[in-house]
């Protein structure tokens, strides 16, 4: 009956419950009778998307030491590139958009087939890692939005193994693997983050987003949200790592794993958007 | 309709008391953050009748659980209905509206707070003699959220005499009925102040006695190109633009006639020439009611 209630922040009383996510779902053979009962469990919402044309090519290192000018580039290439599309060199160096001034959470479905955002973050272990660097070093650049505390991400990394089975997969095939973690509460804390690495055994770092900035610029409203970058810059798919929001699915389809097998055979991503699903990214409530 | 249940939660669950007649709650729980319970709105089932069953959630204060609809985060309940076929058979969950909520980032969604009362038709068969029982299992599992998420499971079950006396329902079961009815979207029709216009790919909602609109959709929708800008508004209008697609705008529209009542239908656009599948619902409804 009441008008919409923005989430408040009284009484934030954090229940013990978040750092142990019992009960967390797995996948299992469909107990649930979701074509009778709950049809909305299903996500039809993939949407096919052109393949992005290949960046233009500029003079290497503006984009990080000249921020302001970069901007410009970037945004000049953001509604270029369709126009005029040009080849990568085989130097294989890429101009990326800045990340935006402004705090206001993207839209991530119309960010595909566009530009990615340069972005420098630090990792659980204190190393930096800057996006166009493993660009430019031909690498192709999955981003996967992280929080230990999630069920959503608990269960991908302990009831399955989702994200460290494809890391496995492809860390040595020219993929960069990236977890970042935009949460500004406690969620964020890299100890916690760290302890939560090692515990699941996972290969990649994780990277630290306290203000938000990067997740915000990426649509990024859940944990898990996947982004994949083609190495020349475009962003090739961003969704959900699979249409099994409901864990229920026995054999879920991977659109990250399709995208990046499509990205290292050339070929088009069919996919290029589904509904992502999961926690909520625990941004600043400010 | 006799379904294997599922042994999944089993050892996670704390168990449902069968055998007890008439409502029926959960074993005493008192750890769940949303707290599940059975109601039939009668003691008793007359063979060839629809009977009610409610499952029922008190949501701690502050916590919320998930609509089946459009949402950025969560999944909502989850149900695995077992009934004995030759008893009775039950029909499709019926939901009540949601309540929008938004981050200050805007993430979006609709969620039940406070209460959240899903209504389940058992139709009972004209075969069902008296004496004999109808026996409702439910297994269910659902996310209940504050800032963060917890998953949450039970299987309750419920039993109810098939008799010719079916009683009349207790005050405190009648409120339960009458206040998840009363959350019920229905169909527009003709005498509904509800006029529906698109322009492009936009929908206008107009409805005159209106002091604030809100349109809730449906998961299997036209998908809104910008559900936190377009999906609610001051005033007697509601213009939504939505995405290029061959799918039908599906949902709930809320109508406030004043700050604290309003006026809950569902959407379908383009209209369909007949809306069986309401219709059957409403005819069951009325005649249940007349039943009483």
Partial sequence: MSPERKLGTKNCRVSQEIDEPVLAPRARKDPFQYSTLNPHMEYPMSTTRPRPSLLAVVAAGIAISLPNLANAQAQHQHEQKDAAPQRAHETHEVTLAALPATSTLATLEDLVGKTAFDFTLTDTEGNKHTLSDSLNAGKIVVLEWFNPTCPYVVSHYTKSSTMNDLVAKYGDDNVVWLAINSGSDRTGDSTLNETTRKKWNMAHPILLDPTGAVGLAYGSKNTPTMVVIAADGTIAYGGGIDNNGSFSKPDPTNYVEIAIDALLAGSHVETGFAKPYGCAVKYSRK | ?292
């Fill in chain 2, 1 to 292: 309709m006799f379904k294997t249940l599922a042994l999944a939660f089993a050892t996670l669950l704390p168990l449902g008391i069968p055998g007890q007649v008439g409502a029926q709650a959960h074993s005493k729980s008192s750890d769940l953050h949303a707290q599940p319970r059975l109601v039939a709105e009668q003691m008793a089932a007359k063979p060839g009748q629809t009977l009610w069953i409610a499952i029922d959630f008190t949501i701690e204060d502050q916590w919320h659980t998930y609509w089946p609809g459009t949402n950025d985060t969560g999944f909502p309940l989850q149900t695995e209905i077992e009934v004995h076929p030759q008893i009775a058979a039950a029909g499709d969950l019926l939901w009540p509206a949601p309540h929008r909520i938004s981050s200050p980032q805007g993430i979006l969604d609709h969620v039940f707070e406070d209460h959240m009362t899903v209504l389940l038709p058992l139709t009972i068969s004209n075969n069902a003699r008296l004496g004999e029982t109808v026996s409702l299992q439910v297994s269910m599992r659902w996310l209940v959220c504050k800032t963060a998420c917890i998953m949450e499971s039970a299987e309750l079950s419920i039993q109810i005499p098939i008799s010719d006396a079916i009683g009349r329902p207790s005050p405190q079961t009648a409120a339960i009925f009458e206040r998840a009815r009363s959350r019920l979207p229905q169909p527009i029709t003709d005498s509904d102040p509800v006029t529906i216009t698109q322009e492009g790919p936009s929908l206008t909602l107009t409805s005159t006695p209106a002091e604030r609109l809100a349109f809730y959709p449906s998961e299997n929708s036209r998908p809104p190109r910008n559900l936190l800008r377009d999906g609610q508004a001051e005033g007697q209008t509601l213009t939504i633009e939505f995405r290029e697609s061959n799918d039908p705008i599906l949902g709930v529209l809320e109508v406030w006639t004043s700050p604290t009542e309003s006026l809950l239908y569902t959407i379908h656009w383009p209209p369909e020439n007949n809306e069986p599948r309401a219709q059957a619902r409403d005819q069951e409804l009325s005649s249940f009611t007349g039943d009483r």
